[in-house]
Every structure is written in structure tokens, then in C-alpha cells.
């Protein structure tokens, strides 16, 4: 026998209190609050060293290093504590549909929006960036979307408060006003029956973000880092060399594009060598950005535990002159009182961001522009190469000179948002089954920003520049209070949990903007001057009430339900009742198992839940039901005698208009395998919205529109969700753990109108560039939501499209209207995760890759520009093609086709990082780890644009995302 | 804090039914916008907060609408653009979910509900002047459903008898909308102010004149009877009631044409209040492309969206406007024929309407033009009554031949061009129709009176789809009822044919 000494440490320092065990005895300790023990041991005893939430490990006594021994979070523990709605539950009481996802700091992707970090680790949720600008975010889509106009956006509840999805003015992306580097864990609510609970707010789903809090040992964190960011692709257009063949071979001659414009000899001379321009190349370029973030946790004499945090971001994008910066600060306390009767938890988050916005419509004209022309040609247009009339005056049809939308365009902002949260929970003395909960949440955010365009840039010419300037104030308050009686009854071995709550929340916002010109346009007599403002509010009040009961620990059910009241909606639709019933089977503890399949099956949970939710954010203002006369502008006033009157106007309106109700159907079974080490889950479900709502054709004259949101239809989503998760090895220097998960999802619209008419094709949805008007995709009945509406191409023996030439579907011998049909749709039917993290010593690499199946997408840049009318549309400006026109050698532009519309399936290396932790630099529980990171490595598709990866399906001049390269230490002491 | 959910609007430009009418200006701004749903698309302008959903907000303009439907359909137009299905229009080949088709459908539905709004909050005020105002709202719906009946035969029908919300409209025939437009407007005749006697832009007696005119000139074609001497009538009150011909035909379409004393009934626009895609803006913009310097037409710059076709140059003996003035042709850099229908210049491009005023000055606005557009004028009701008396309804033949004539000399400068009783025939006043009205949006429905608009041996380039020319099926002489609205209201039936 001999004596170790040894120490256990979390990710964030020493962890006392943890069990250290001679396995297959009763020999053991604990840890003490530095997180050392010391324990009587023989040698080549197995030593297990255990803490509740956190992975079990193995050590065995002259092999095993003591000193430093790391539990890491196990996210697949069952007894881990998951964050729901109004509560708490563990994984193995939980009977929803919920997924956790701790966030690992070894792991985690450099990023400066939240919701990147959810990306391919669960099934069934969706997050599809947006673009590459710094603090760009994400569309999220919980098991597809459950609405057509309404938002199709999850509720996102920060500790507790609910915030809106309407984004904040001046913000690229609201939920990137968090730093990333402050959440500790994502839970995502996906069935019914465990969003439920949020009525008439989640029917696509509930994310509930809950942010870091301190405990145990003050200890201080720092981690910053670089990051380059490099443009990688370009959208394939003719080369100066190629452009003048076309202009020859299609337009005859291309000579008078050399006649310099300008009296400038210096510019004519550059003019007449001039090689041509790769504009792509010259609005892009490689941008850094670095991170920095120090946290200062733990806990004031075990009373007080703490939290503070600083960051600071400053990110620049690839599109020059777009830039992001933003510092955050946030504050957690947890204290306790009257022995721990009384637990408060204070959070409050700050953020200051200031952006500049590069005119993103730059990348459109950067594909457009003619490329034998300089940049600079010395014009009165800031010098800036400029299509000109014949006066000298620009032309307005021609796309603007990108590098002077970007470098004239100064689009800034400032925004300053608060969060924040006090929440009291009270075990009453006399009944301490009893919980009083209070929470009192605010989210308040303050925005202003300045777009300034000189006077002399050309595509402001005419309007004698522009000086705007917007304001914007948003609040929402929130009061929540609930109990929650929990009772153990011994007697029938069961548990009753029961919890009833109201909530109060209310939402007001108000804005001003005023646009003027910086000088008298031409041909005015004074200087345009527009003020609008603009305020709203509205409320939500609930009650609400969940009940669980268990048996034995192995039969659970759980009742919610929630009656919400919004002011949207008319006093006769105002309530809504959303039930919600689940059922869960531990499986496993039946005991009808023999011990050797016990042994391999270490968990079974079969889950079936029911739920109804709704969705209250229409998309309609906040008073859609109410008859409303709008005020017209100045600059829609009609003159009756002289006088100008701003015209009073009818709004058409729907009385009757109330929420969409989502019922979901899941079935789901939860399974481990091995001790744990292989676990997962497979679930099935059905979502079928009725009182869909959807813009609709009212019948003509019945009311002051044309069209109107109405609840009408109903939609389903049908799909199959799996999870595996596995440490595929697992030794004391070698790990792999290796996370898979899929996802099956079929969107179908089953009603849409009142009157079921055959002759309907559809509702008109997906505007287009090109042409004025022409939109691309149809909601109709039997299909996906935003199918594609197109024609069917023909093709000649080289399978190349024949120009104009359309299949005659309906056999009338015209092509019309009549034609088209159904093709595909966005969405992808299959799309999968897939993150592996390998560690060797003191060496960790993670990988993540992600891949969508038969996700279409509408190539609208070579629909738009591939065609050789585009390049000379009228006799006095050039535009550059696609390459595709050599292809496909369109004379005049097919919008309709349906060779526009292609498979854009896809693999991608999203990320990989490589770690090294050096330990106990200058104190025991000091440590750093170094790592390097790629981000958006590679991409395996046949799309034939930029990036197969587009949220709706129409693929119109994205905002590239660049590979990024990062470099980071995250120290802790 | 249940009352708490009993939230009313914050905003200050958006008002309740409850308190929106106060004064008799406040009933004058509710009217202002029934007028405003002929020139603007929303409650922005030029875009924003649009009237109508669905489609583009710009092209939901009511003239623009108008304009699509009455001029690319016929030998005066053609358009260069592939928005949607603007080219079905070019070719007759419209279907029921043709946009442009839809478009107009549902602004005139709007310029309804709109006024019957109005007239249902208004008619319980007994103020003579918001009366005045109720006549005048009654007349725009007359208009809009005149417009109805002429472009798609039968129509749903509502009145301000229809409370808003959640009912299917009957259909209306072609005849018994026919018989409610004259009833309408013969019951307001004289109430309304009398002809050229209300405020600038507002309906008066000769606005009422004008349109019963047209409803009797095209009787026929509405309900199988004509009505010849109805329309000599009407026309011969507006002749007598003061209007005078504009002394330069040019004028007419210039940024200051709200001076004119011909114009009987127009859509005001204005370059600083009232801004618009559609409209005159519409018609400035997409009438000048390829080489042709938009500062001539006081803008910022062209479309190069429509143009005449060659049929249409071929009504004049000579394009060159030495000759015939109204001949306002662009030939530099144009050719004559629409070999390729998307390109502008191919056609001669039209210089008619301008945003400069009769001085030669800029319109108040590069983009959005001063210039109204001339609904009704009094040249028309000078061919009307000539038609009407050729027709056998009466009249003089001798005064018929002198209005035309004297739509001539303006034309011509001199009596160069004046025309014989001999050559007073249907098919010179079809022709010289087109010579004086042309781009105005008369043309389908004259084509129409004169069994010209789908008849094969009248033809056009691209009529029919094919760059020769050919017939079109009979039933194109209406429109059909868009395919939505057949869906949202089982009350409807379709067009014969579509």
C-alpha cells in the first residue's frame, strides 16, 4: 500500500467535492476545496474519480499521472441538469424533445455571433448564415418552418427573458449584441411538448440561452485571438479579353468604349494602356480582426459566487470598409440567503457595438462592371470611372462604380443594448417543497446610425446627396412569476412536480429617421428633407401551469399548459390555450433486461409527447386587426385645387386575424450503450400548422386590399431526427469523441385558401433581380414552401439550353403563364452534422463538417446576368457577364428557366482547430492553451455559383464568407 | 393588467376609423386619396406602404396599369421588358395569371373599396361641401367601374352598401355594371359642379359628360345596343361647355399641362408631392432608351422600355413632324420595325410626353415628373361626336367634319391637312384616332368598337405572337378574371375562352 496525492481539476479550475474511488471498493475520498485528496491505494488499482455532470474517468495507480486530473462536462450525462422553461429537469426526467448543448471551451469556433456556435451539432436545427460580414449571423430553423409569412424564427429566451426577433436598427444581427464568450449552454426546446410552455411563441421552437456564472475558486480567464480573413471565392465573369470578343462578336463593335471621357491627360493616357479591371478582386480583400475576453469568476467567501466579464471584438469584413466593434461587459452574482432559502441570481449584460456598414450593393455591380475600365478616370464624380449622359450628367440604369459605392458610402452606427435579469427563488421555511420563483427581465437597446453619401457621388447626383440619420429605442420588460411544489410520495413511490405561473411582457419601440440631401438637388428649389417617426408597442400576458408525475422513476408524464393573451389580436381572439401531454419509459430500470444486455445498453427512453403552440408574430404590425386610416407621406399627396393633401387611407384588415396554431406529434427514444460511452437519440415527428397564416387573395372589393394576412391554411412538417455520439477511443493520452447527427425533413403546404379552387397554382412569393417585379417562387398546395415556379428548358444533343424554348406543358402551342411548373424547392431534405474532437496529451484537434442534401437554389446572378442583352442592354453602358452566357449563350435574359434552378447539395469543412494546453505555468492551476483555427475550409458542391448555402433558395450577390484563419490563447489562472 | 392587451396605435400617421373624420378637411384628405388611387401606388411615395400587394409597387399604378393594357395590347405600343408576363401582352396571348392583368384588376377593385369607404363614413354628413365630395367619390367609382367593364366584361360588385371584411361580391354583368355606371352617373349629372367650375384636378359636370359619352359610344360593344345619339349628346355638352383645344398639340403632355383648358379630366402629378413609378413617370422614363439624351425630356434618365410599333408609324404620311405635328417620332439610333420585341430600339421611340414645361424649363423634379396625364380631353369628344354622327346618331355631318378639321390645322399649322366630307369615313376616324389620342390609353377599346382588335386581316407586328402579325382569338376582347380572384371567390365565373 502507498499513499497518492493528486488534484482534479473542470475547465474552469480546481473542482472540490469531487469523489475519487478505489474502484470495485468502498476505499475512497473527496476533494477538498483546492480540488487535492490523497488516498491509501495498492498499485495497479483502478482509481475512479467522478463529480455529478462530468465524464467518469479511470486512472490506474503506476501508470497514471495524479497531478492533474481533468474532468471534462459530459454532456450525455443523465443526471446533467437541463435548462427549460420555467425550470430545470434532468436529461433522464426529461420527457420532451430537448437538446443541450454545453458549451465547450476547447471546442468552441471563434466567432462573434451566437447562434454560429449551434451550427451542425443538433439534429433539426438549421442555422444558415446569412453572409460574410463581421457579426453576420444566421436564419435558425427549427425542424423546418411552421409559418409562410409569420416568422419563422425560434423564440430566443436569454436567462429567462424572452427577446424579440425583430433585430435592432443599426445591428446587423441582434443576437450578435451577445458575446459568445459569456453563454455557457444552448438548450434547444424542438417538440411541443417541451416548448409548450411558451404558447403562443413557440411553434418554432425555443432556444434558451443561458450565460456563465461564477462558483468555487476566484480564478481569472483570458482568451483573445487574430483572425485573418481571407476572400476565396469569385463569381466567374468575362475577363476584359472575353468581354471585348462579345462586344464584338454580339454587338458589332466595342470602339466607342475606348473614347476617353475625361479631359484629364493624365487619366486619358492611362485610359488608352489601360489592361482592364478585376473589380471582384478590388472591392475585396483580406481583413483581420482580433478578440479579446478576461472573466474574473468565483466566489466570495462561499457566499457571493461571481462573474465579470469583459470583451472586446473588433472584426473587419472582407468587403472593404465594413467593420464591426463591439465591447461587452457582463455581471453575474448568485447569492444565497437564509441558508440558501432564498437563491438570487443577478445577471446583467452591456454591450457597446459600433458598426460601418459597407453598401453591400457593391458585390452586385463589382460582378456587373464593365472590366476594361479603370477605376479612376478623373471624373466629377469623386474621379470615380462613371457612366455618363450626354450632357455629362450620369446615367441612372447603369450600376454605380463599385469601389465609389464603398469608399463614398459612409453607413455608420452605434448601439448600445442592456440585458439583465434578478431572479428570486424562495423555498418557503415552513414548506420547503415549495418554491416561490420572481423574475424581472429587461431588455432595453438604444441605436443610432448615420448614412452620409456626398453630393457628387453619381448615383446620388440627382438627389443632391444624402445625410441620414436614424434612432431607435427598443424595451422589453418582463415579469415572471411562478411556484413549484415538489413532492416525493414515498408511499406509492412517485414524484409530483407542479408549477403554476403568469407572465407579463411587454415590448414598445420607437424610431425616427430623417433623410435629407446635402444640397439642393437639381431642378428643386429647396433641400429634400423627410422626417419619419414611428412607435409601437405590444403586450403579452399569460398563466400558465405544468405538472410532471413520475412512478418509480421509470414512468413519467408531463401537462402543460398555457393560456396567453396578446394584444395583437381582437378581444374575441385575443386568448389562446396551448396544452401540451408527454409521456416518458425509462426502459432501462423495467429490469426485464439480463444483466449481459444490461451491461451493453446502459440507457432506453422511449419518449411520445403532443403539444399545441402558436405563433404570435405575424409579421403585420402590431394592430392587425384593428381598421386603421394611414396618413399618406408628403410625397404622396394628391393636390385638389392647388392644395397638396396628405391622403387619408383605408387600410384593408382582417377583424378576425389570430395566431397560428402548430400541433406537434414526436415520438422519440433516448439510448446509451457501454456505459454511456455510445449514446443517442432517434426521433419522429409531425407538425402540422393550422389557422395558418398566409397572404391570400381576398375576394376583390370585399375590402380596402387586394391581399391580406388571413389565417387560412395549414402546413406540416413531417421528419426523423437521429443522434449518435460517441468516444469512439478513450485512454489517458488518446481521445476521440465523435458526434453525428442527421435529420429528414419534408415541408408540405396542404391548404392554402378558402375556397379550394384547382385552377389556383399558388401564392407569388421570391422577388428576383432582374426585370421589375418578377418573382421566382410559388407556396402551393402539396408542395414546399418557396417551391421554385419556372419553366422546363429544353436542351439541344450538347445539352446546352436552347434560348427561349420552353416545354410546352399543357400542350396549347404557346408558351404562357400556363407552362410553368413546380420544380424543387430550398429547403434541403436531408442535412446532417458532423464534429469530432481528438485529443493526444496535450494536443487537441476538432473537426466539423456539415452537409445538406437537395437543397435547391435559383443561380439569379447568372439568370440576371448571364446573357449577352445584359452586357448592352442600351447603347450607352456596357455590363460584364457571367462566364455562364458562354455556355448557355443567351442572347436576352430567361429568368424563368428552370437551368437556373440547381441542386446545390453540399459537404463542408466548416471548421477545424488545433489545440495545446501547457499546464501549471507559473502556479499549479495556471494553465494556457494555444490553438490555430480554419474556418469555412472547404466546400464540396456542383452548385455552380459562390456558395450553394443560401437561405431561401435565391442566390443573388451574397456577401462572400471568407476563410478564416485564427490564432488564440485562452489562458486561465 | 388584463386591460393592459387593449393597445391602440401609437403612431401619429395612423389613425382609427373612430377618429380619423373630424372637419370637412379631413373628409377632403379621405376624398384626396380616391383620386390619389388614380396617380399614386401607396402611402410613401414614390414607394412604400403600397395600396396593393402582390405585385410590383410601381407597376400597381393605376395610369401605368392602364397604360399596359390599353397600348401593348394594340398597333400603338410595344413593350421592350421581360417583367413577368408583360410580353403576353405584346403578343395576345394574356391567361388569367397575368400580372399586368391582375394589376389592373385589383386597382380598380381598390379605387371601389376606396370609395366605397368614403361614401359610406361621408353620406350620413349632411355639410354640403363633404356632399359635394360624396358626388365626386361616386363619379371616381363610376370611372374605375367603366374601366371594369370595358377591360374585363363582368366585374364583382360592391357598394358602400357592403360593410368591409369577409364576403364574396356577386358578380356583375357587363350590362347590369353598364346600366349602374349610367345610373350613377345621370343621377349625379347635376349635382355635381358644373363643368369647369370645381377646383383643379377635381371631377366636375364635364367629367361626367365625358364618361357617359364613352359608355354610350361604346354601347354596343357593352350590351349589344348602340347607343349613337346618347353619345353624340353627351359629347356635344361637352363641346359646348366652355373647354377650348389646346393651341399647341404638344402641350398637351408637358410638365406644365395643368394650364390647359382642353383637359377635362386628369391625374395630377407632381415631382415634389406626389411621386410615383407609375404614372407619367412611368410613361416619361420607359419612352426614351438608346442614344437618346434624357435631359430632352427633362429625367435623369430612360428605361428604354416602349416604343411604336411600325404599324403605328405608318399611320402618318409623314414621321418627321415637319408635317403633322402630333407625329413625334425619335428615328436616330431606332429602327422601324420590332424585329427583336425586347429591344428598345427596335421601333421608333415616341417624344410626347416630357417633364419640361411649354417654356423649356425642368420639371420640379429629374425623376418624378409635373406632367398630369390628359384622361379625358376635349379632342376626344370632338371625334366622338364625329364618330357618333357617322354612326347614324344624329348630329351634323357638316360640324363633325369641322371638329375634325379642326383637330387638323392644330396639327398642321394651316389647313394643309383638313380632310373632305367624303374622307369622313369609320376607318379615317379609327386612324386619325390613333394620330391624335395615341399613347393615351383609347386604343384597345377603339380597336375594340371598330372590330379591328382581334381581326386577322387588321394586323400588327407580333400581334399574335409572331413578328408578321396575325388574328387573335375573340375572346381576348376582354380580359380574363385574374385566376386568384377566381380562386378567392366561387361567386366568380371565368371569361369565356380563359
Known sequence: ?973 | CEGDLDTIPLDKDQKTEVDIYQTTEDYKAGLAKIYAGLATTGQQGPAGQGDLGGIDEGISSYVRQLFYLQQFTTDETKVAWNDQTVQDLNKGIWTPAEVNVRGMYYRIAFEVALANEFIRVAKENTDAQIQEFVYEARFLRALAYWHALDMFGNFPFVTEEDAVGNFNPPMATRAELFQYVETELLDIENKIAKAGMNEYARADQGAVWMLLAKLYLNAEVYTGNARWADALKYSENIINAGYQLEDKYANLFLADNDNSNEIIFTVAFDGQRTQTWGGTTFIIHAAVGGDMDPSVFGIDGGWGGIRATAAFADKFDDISGDVDKRAMFVTDGQAKEIADLSKFTDGYAIAKYKNITSNGEGGSHLTFPDTDFPMFRLADAYLMYAEAVVRGGGGSATQALAYINELRERAYGDDSGNINAGELTLEFLLEERARELYWEAHRRTDLIRFGKFTDANYKWEWKGGNADGSGIEDYRKVFPIPSSDIGANPNLKQNPGY
Open chain 1, 1 to 973: 500500500q502507498k499513499t497518492i496525492t493528486g488534484k482534479v481539476y473542470d475547465d474552469m479550475g480546481t473542482l472540490p467535492g469531487a469523489s475519487v474511488l478505489v474502484k470495485g471498493t468502498a476505499n475512497g475520498t473527496t476533494t477538498d476545496i483546492d480540488g487535492n485528496f490523497t488516498l491509501q491505494v495498492n498499485d495497479g488499482d483502478i482509481i475512479e474519480v467522478s463529480y455529478v455532470g462530468f465524464a467518469t474517468r479511470e486512472l490506474i495507480v503506476g501508470q497514471a499521472d495524479f497531478s492533474r486530473i481533468v474532468l471534462s462536462a459530459d454532456t450525455e450525462v443523465l443526471d446533467e441538469v437541463v435548462v427549460i422553461g420555467y425550470g430545470t429537469t434532468t436529461k433522464k426526467d426529461a420527457t420532451g424533445s430537448v437538446t443541450s448543448v454545453k458549451i465547450d471551451e476547447d471546442t468552441k469556433i471563434v466567432t462573434a455571433s451566437p447562434e454560429q456556435m449551434l451550427s451542425g451539432k443538433t439534429p433539426g436545427v438549421q442555422i444558415t448564415a446569412s453572409g460574410g460580414a463581421p457579426g453576420d449571423g444566421g436564419r435558425i430553423r427549427i425542424r423546418g418552418g411552421s409559418s409562410l409569412s409569420a416568422s419563422n424564427d425560434p423564440l430566443i429566451v436569454i436567462d429567462g427573458v424572452p427577446v424579440d426577433n425583430d433585430g435592432i436598427n443599426g445591428m446587423g444581427n441582434a443576437l450578435s449584441s451577445i458575446n459568445p464568450n459569456d453563454i455557457e449552454s444552448f438548450t434547444v426546446l424542438k417538440d411541443a411538448s417541451a416548448a409548450a410552455i411558451y404558447g403562443s411563441r413557440a411553434s418554432n421552437g425555443v432556444i434558451i440561452i443561458t450565460t456563465k456564472s461564477g462558483k468555487g475558486d476566484l480564478k481569472v480567464n483570458y482568451n483573445g485571438s487574430v483572425s485573418f480573413h481571407l476572400p476565396s471565392e469569385y463569381v466567374d465573369v468575362l475577363s476584359p479579353e472575353e468581354f471585348k470578343q462579345v462586344m464584338q462578336t454580339k454587338h458589332g463593335d466595342y470602339t466607342f468604349l475606348y473614347e476617353p471621357k475625361s479631359t484629364d491627360s493624365q487619366y486619358m493616357k492611362d485610359y488608352i494602356n489601360y489592361q482592364g479591371t478585376d473589380w471582384q478582386k478590388e472591392i475585396f480583400n483580406p481583413s483581420v480582426g482580433h478578440e479579446h475576453n478576461v472573466s474574473l469568476s468565483g466566489s466570495i467567501k462561499q457566499r457571493l459566487p461571481f462573474r465579470v466579464s469583459l470583451g472586446y471584438l473588433d472584426d473587419n469584413g472582407i468587403l472593404r470598409t465594413s467593420q464591426f466593434e463591439r465591447t461587452t461587459a457582463a455581471v453575474s452574482l448568485r447569492p444565497n440567503f437564509f441558508d440558501n432559502h432564498l437563491k438570487v441570481k443577478l445577471n446583467v449584460k452591456g454591450v457597446y457595438a459600433e458598426n460601418r456598414f459597407a453598401d453591400t450593393g457593391s458585390i452586385g455591380a463589382a460582378v456587373g462592371f464593365d472590366p476594361t475600365k479603370p477605376i479612376m478616370n478623373g471624373s466629377k464624380y469623386g474621379g470615380y470611372t462613371t457612366w455618363v449622359q450626354q450632357n455629362g450628367n450620369p446615367q441612372t440604369l447603369p450600376s454605380a462604380n463599385p469601389i465609389a459605392l464603398l469608399e463614398l458610402t459612409n453607413d455608420e452606427s452605434t448601439v448600445k443594448r442592456s440585458l439583465g435579469n434578478a431572479e428570486f427563488d424562495y423555498k418557503f421555511h415552513f414548506l420547503p417543497d415549495l418554491r416561490a420563483n420572481l423574475n424581472l427581465g429587461y431588455d432595453y437597446s438604444e441605436s443610432e446610425g448615420q448614412k452620409y453619401v456626398p453630393e457628387y457621388a453619381s448615383w446620388q447626383y440627382f438627389a443632391g446627396g444624402q445625410d441620414r440619420n436614424y434612432e431607435q429605442r427598443k424595451r422589453n420588460t418582463l415579469l415572471d412569476f411562478y411556484l413549484n411544489y415538489v413532492k416525493d410520495i414515498e408511499d406509492i413511490d412517485s414524484r409530483i412536480d407542479a408549477m403554476v405561473g403568469y407572465s407579463y411582457q411587454k415590448f414598445w419601440r420607437t424610431e425616427n429617421s430623417l433623410d435629407e440631401s446635402i444640397v439642393i438637388p437639381i431642378g428643386e428649389s429647396n433641400k429634400r428633407s423627410i422626417f419619419d417617426d414611428f412607435t409601437t408597442e405590444n403586450v403579452l400576458l399569460s398563466y400558465f401551469g405544468r405538472l410532471n408525475y413520475s412512478l418509480k422513476d421509470k414512468y413519467l408524464l408531463t401537462f402543460t399548459l398555457r393560456r396567453d393573451g396578446s394584444s395583437r389580436f381582437s378581444e374575441d381572439n385575443r386568448w389562446g390555450l396551448f396544452p401540451s401531454a408527454a409521456f416518458a419509459w425509462n426502459i432501462i430500470d423495467e429490469g426485464f433486461l439480463s444483466s449481459k444486455e444490461e451491461k451493453a445498453l446502459s440507457n432506453l427512453k422511449l419518449r411520445l409527447g403532443y403539444g399545441v403552440t402558436g405563433q404570435q408574430n405575424i409579421n403585420n404590425g402590431d394592430y392587425p386587426y384593428l381598421a386603421k386610416y394611414t396618413i399618406g407621406q408628403p410625397t404622396a399627396s394628391y393636390p385638389l385645387g392647388g392644395k397638396y393633401y396628405l391622403t387619408y387611407r383605408p387600410d384593408g384588415y382582417d377583424a378576425n386575424i389570430k395566431w397560428e396554431e402548430t400541433t406537434t406529434y414526436n415520438v422519440g427514444l433516448d439510448f446509451g450503450f457501454l456505459d454511456e460511452r455510445i449514446t443517442g437519440s432517434i426521433d419522429a415527428y409531425l407538425r402540422e400548422t393550422s389557422d395558418l397564416l398566409n397572404v391570400v387573395p381576398v375576394p376583390a372589393g370585399s375590402n380596402l386590399t387586394n391581399q391580406i394576412l388571413t389565417n387560412v391554411g395549414t402546413l406540416e412538417n413531417r421528419g426523423v431526427e437521429f443522434s449518435i455520439a460517441t468516444d469512439i477511443i478513450q485512454n489517458d493520452d488518446f481521445n476521440w469523441n465523435s458526434a453525428f447527427n442527421i435529420t429528414y425533413n419534408e415541408n408540405e403546404i396542404t391548404k392554402l385558401t378558402v375556397n379550394d379552387d384547382p385552377n389556383f397554382v399558388g401564392v407569388y412569393t421570391g422577388g428576383i433581380s432582374g426585370g421589375t417585379g418578377n418573382t421566382i417562387q410559388i407556396h402551393a398546395i402539396g408542395k414546399p414552401a418557396s417551391s421554385f415556379y419556372v419553366y422546363e428548358q429544353v436542351y439541344d444533343k450538347n445539352e446546352r439550353p436552347i434560348e427561349g424554348m420552353y416545354v410546352d406543358r399543357n400542350k396549347d402551342g404557346k408558351i404562357t403563364e400556363d407552362d410553368k411548373y413546380i420544380y424543387e424547392a430550398p429547403d434541403a431534405d436531408i442535412f446532417m452534422g458532423w464534429n469530432n474532437t481528438l485529443s493526444y496529451k496535450n494536443w487537441d484537434l476538432s473537426l466539423s463538417m456539415r452537409a445538406n442534401l437537395n437543397n435547391y437554389v435559383y443561380n439569379n446572378v447568372n439568370s440576371d446576368r448571364g446573357n449577352y442583352e445584359s452586357v448592352r442592354t442600351k447603347e450607352t453602358y456596357l455590363n460584364n457577364a457571367t462566364t455562364d452566357v458562354l455556355h448557355t449563350g443567351f442572347n436576352h435574359p430567361q429568368y424563368f428557366s428552370d437551368y437556373y434552378v440547381e441542386n446545390a447539395s453540399f459537404l463542408k469543412l466548416d471548421n477545424i482547430t488545433l489545440g495545446y494546453r501547457v499546464n501549471e505555468l507559473w502556479s499549479p492551476k495556471s494553465s494556457m492553451r494555444l490553438f490555430a483555427s480554419v474556418k469555412n475550409v472547404f466546400t464540396w458542391t456542383d452548385y455552380s455559383g459562390l456558395d450553394p448555402e443560401i437561405a431561401g433558395g435565391i442566390d443573388n450577390n451574397i456577401y462572400p464568407r471568407p476563410l478564416t484563419v485564427t490564432f488564440g490563447v485562452n489562458v486561465d489562472f
